[in-house]
C-alpha cells in the first residue's frame, strides 16, 4: 500500500501504531479513529504525519464522516485483554458489533472499497490441538471476544457477497514485541523478570502458544492490503510452537534476572481462556503472497530486551 488513504481505527494501540508506522513511512495519507482506551502509542514524529480523531468505531455518523475518500478501511479498535475481556463481555461484544456495522455501512456509502479486519487464533477455541491450525478446520469460539470476531467474520462474507466489497480478515496469533502493554503476557513477564520479582506463571506451564513478531504482523497485514481481493480468512501465526513455562525462561534468561518462576492456579474467571495448546500454520498466507514470517521467538525477544534497557537507562539519566 502505497500512496493511499488509509482509514485506520485502533490506530493508536500497539499493533495499530506500528502499522500506522509503516504506512505513513509508504507515503500514505493515513487517518486514523481511536477513543485512547489504553492511552496513544503512536511515535509522537509519526502522529504529526497523520490526521488523529479521539472517537469511538460505535460513533455511526462520526465514522461515515471521517472515513470519506479512504481507499481502504484497516478496522483494528477492539476491546481485549484477558481479564478486561472476563470483566467486560457486553463491552466487548457490543463494540466489535456496532463498530463493523458502522464500518461495513461507511464502506458501502463512502464507496470504499476493501476492508482488513483484525480477527484473532481465538476462534479456534479449544480445537486447536494436537497440530498446527490451518483456517478450515473446524472452529468453536468459546469467549465473548472470539464470539465476536467470528460474528464479523461471517459478516464480512457476507458485505462481499451482497456489496462486492473486498474483505480479508486476519487470524492473529499472540502478535508480540515493542510498545505492548502489560495486559499481554510477554511484557508482564519482562516487568517481572527486569524487577528481579517471581515471574507468575499460570497453571503448569505447558500450555503452548505461538507468537508472532510485531514487524511480521505488519508486513503480512500491508501485503494483504496489497496483493488480496475478494473475501478471505488468513491464519497470521509464526508457526513456531512455545509453552509459556518456556517463554517464561527464556525471558528470564534474556534479562540475567533472579527471579523464581513460579506456578499458580489461575484465577476463575480465565478458565474459558486456557488452551492447552495453540499454533498455527501460515501456509495459506505463503500460498497467496508467498509470505513467510521472519523473526524467530528468541530473536523478537531480544530486541524487546534491548529496547527496555534503552528505555530505563533514559529515565535513569
Ligand atoms: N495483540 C494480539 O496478540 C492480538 C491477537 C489477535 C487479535 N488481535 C486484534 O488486533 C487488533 C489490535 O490489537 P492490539 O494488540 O493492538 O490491541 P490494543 O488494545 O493495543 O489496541 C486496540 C485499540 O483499539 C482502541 N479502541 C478500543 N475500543 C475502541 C472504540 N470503541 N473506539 C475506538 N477505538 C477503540 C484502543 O484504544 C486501542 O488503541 C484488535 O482488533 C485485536 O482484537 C490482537
Do not use: C, W
Not at 51 to 65: G, M, P, T, W
Not at 76 to 94: Q, S, W, Y
Not at 282 to 299: A, C, M, Q, V, W
Amino acid at each position: 500500500m502505497k500512496n493511499k488513504r488509509i482509514f485506520v481505527t485502533g490506530g493508536a494501540g500497539f499493533i495499530g501504531s506500528h502499522l500506522v508506522e509503516k504506512l505513513v513511512e509508504l507515503e500514505n495519507e493515513v487517518v486514523v479513529v481511536d477513543n485512547l482506551l489504553r492511552g496513544n502509542k503512536i511515535p509522537s514524529d509519526v502522529f504529526k504525519k497523520i490526521e488523529f480523531h479521539n472517537a469511538d468505531v460505535r460513533d455511526s455518523s462520526k465514522i461515515l464522516k471521517l472515513s470519506r475518500g479512504a481507499d481502504v478501511i484497516l478496522h483494528f479498535a477492539a476491546i481485549l485483554g484477558v481479564d478486561i475481556v472476563a470483566d467486560n463481555p457486553v463491552e466487548t461484544m457490543d463494540t466489535e458489533a456496532v463498530g463493523m456495522q458502522n464500518i461495513a455501512q461507511a464502506a458501502i456509502k463512502n464507496n470504499i472499497p476493501k476492508i482488513l479486519y483484525a480477527s484473532t487464533s481465538g476462534v479456534y477455541g479449544h480445537n486447536a490441538l494436537e497440530k498446527s491450525v490451518t483456517e478450515d478446520i473446524m472452529i468453536d469460539p468459546k469467549t465473548s471476544y472470539a464470539m465476536a470476531k467470528r460474528y464479523n467474520e461471517i459478516y464480512l462474507g457476507a458485505l462481499h457477497e451482497e456489496k462486492g466489497i473486498n474483505a480479508i480478515a486476519l487470524r492473529f496469533f499472540n502478535v508480540y514485541g515493542l510498545r505492548q502493554d502489560n495486559r499481554m503476557v510477554t511484557p508482564r513477564f519482562f516487568e517481572q523478570a527486569i524487577s528481579n520479582k517471581p515471574i507468575t506463571v499460570f497453571g503448569n506451564g505447558n500450555q503452548t502458544r505461538d507468537f508472532t513478531y510485531i514487524d511480521d504482523t505488519v508486513k503480512a497485514t500491508i501485503e494483504l492490503g496489497e496483493k488480496v481481493n475478494g473475501f478471505e480468512i488468513f491464519n497470521v501465526a509464526n508457526e513456531e510452537e512455545i509453552a509459556i513455562g518456556t517463554l517464561a525462561n527464556k525471558i528470564k534468561e534474556i534479562s540475567n534476572s533472579s527471579s523464581e518462576i513460579v506456578y499458580i492456579n489461575a484465577p476463575t474467571k480465565r478458565y474459558d481462556y486456557e488452551v492447552g495448546r495453540r499454533f498455527g500454520s501460515s501456509e495459506k498466507l505463503f500460498k497467496n503472497i508467498g509470505y513467510k514470517p521472519s523473526t524467530g521467538i528468541d530473536e523478537g525477544l531480544n530486541v524487546i530486551y534491548k529496547d527496555m534497557l534503552k528505555s530505563k537507562s533514559i529515565e535513569e539519566a
